[in-house]
């Protein structure tokens, strides 16, 4: 059988678009740090340097790693907030607390990714759930959305944090089809980032897209085999930040959900795991340029399985919060699960 030809300028079957490398191995660092649900602003202030706190230590003996990873919301916290409350506690991609965190990428001439609730203009109302990476120049290189939420997880309330799905029709119209499934292409490799858990689907297209390194964050649990699942079915680099143990002060016990955060190997074995549920810093090496010149695209068998997705009714339709933004958790659950077809 002949390889088919491959234009000039295209990207040969089974393989992806990439940036060229700045380096053919580097440090991945998971911070595994505290949690805590911001009252006020005064405690969100305090979260953000205690964050600042965490980045010098991370840097202040040795090297420190190239990316530094924290979990989904190291500035804000989460509660069960309404809306409004939500809202006030988002963060603004031109805001302070991003240029406080810019300023020390570019002292360590790091990258650095976390998530946090975050507010927009151009989607007045709306909570987003992004999680960002920070060059070592200080520029924001990527702000990739949650996908979706999990529904069904919580007792009697779904989240309202808006993601791509939710309005998916007008994501589309505003930055395109192919940011739906985002891949950085960065000089560390290609990077997809995200808060999304228990969807492998997703992160087969992430991988198909060219995704050669994952960064998913968590706070209060995650499933560890979903995390090493996605690198071992994948054959990627996938990290897992999750939270360490919480404040005595807050709502919650200290060990809600703490610890496991971890690197993952292209195999699915962990290559690094927190010992422990108190704060901490994990580190592995990512050889870059060894793995890019032997990975290929997920090798699947797509025709033997293509009719049944195209058969596929999903439980809940998208654009669930294009027109409505439901203003509790408890609200989120009514109006989500008006639209439930499998009922």
């Not at 991945?28 to 602003?41: E, F």
């Not at 960002?132 to 290189?141: A, R, S, T, V, Y």
């Not at 995650?222 to 939270?243: M, P, Q």
């Amino acid at each position: 059988m002949t390889t088919p030809d491959v234009a000039a300028g295209a990207v040969a079957p089974g393989r992806y678009e990439v940036a060229p490398l700045g380096k053919d191995a580097w440090t991945l660092g998971v911070a595994q740090s505290r949690i805590h649900p911001a009252a006020n602003k005064e405690e969100m202030d305090d979260n953000l340097a205690h964050m600042l706190h965490l980045i010098d230590n991370a840097y202040h003996y040795g090297a420190g790693p190239d990316l530094l990873l924290f979990h989904e919301f190291p500035i804000s916290g989460w509660d069960l907030w309404t809306r409004e409350e939500a809202l006030e506690r988002c963060i603004t991609l031109d805001g302070p607390e991003i240029a406080a965190i810019a300023a020390k990428a570019k002292q360590y001439k790091a990258h650095i990714a976390f998530g946090a609730y975050v507010k927009d203009p151009d989607w007045p109302g709306h909570v987003l759930s992004l999680t960002n990476l920070m060059g070592p120049d200080g520029e924001l290189i990527a702000s990739h959305w949650k996908a979706r939420n999990v529904r069904g997880l919580f007792p009697h309330f779904e989240l309202f944090t808006t993601t791509i799905y939710d309005v998916l029709d007008e994501y589309v119209a505003k930055y395109g089809a192919d940011a739906v499934l985002p891949v950085a292409k960065t000089s560390l490799g290609n990077i997809s980032l995200s808060s999304t858990q228990l969807e492998p689907d997703l992160m087969r297209a992430l991988a198909i897209k060219g995704a050669e390194v994952i960064l998913r964050t968590a706070s209060g649990s995650f499933t560890e085999v979903d995390v090493a699942s996605t690198a071992l079915h994948n054959k990627v680099y996938v990290a897992i930040a999750n939270n360490a143990l919480l404040l005595r002060k807050g709502p919650y016990f200290e060990d809600t959900g703490a610890g496991g955060s971890a690197i993952f190997g292209p195999d699915g074995k962990a290559i690094v795991r927190a010992e422990g549920k108190h704060e901490a810093l994990i580190q592995a090496r990512i050889p870059i340029a060894e793995f890019r010149a032997r990975h290929l695209q997920p090798d699947i068998h797509w025709d033997l399985y293509r009719d049944v997705y195209a058969g596929y009714v999903s439980r809940f339709p998208p654009n669930l919060f294009a027109e409505v933004q439901p203003a509790s958790l408890y609200e989120t659950a009514e109006h989500v699960g008006a639209f439930d077809r499998w009922k």
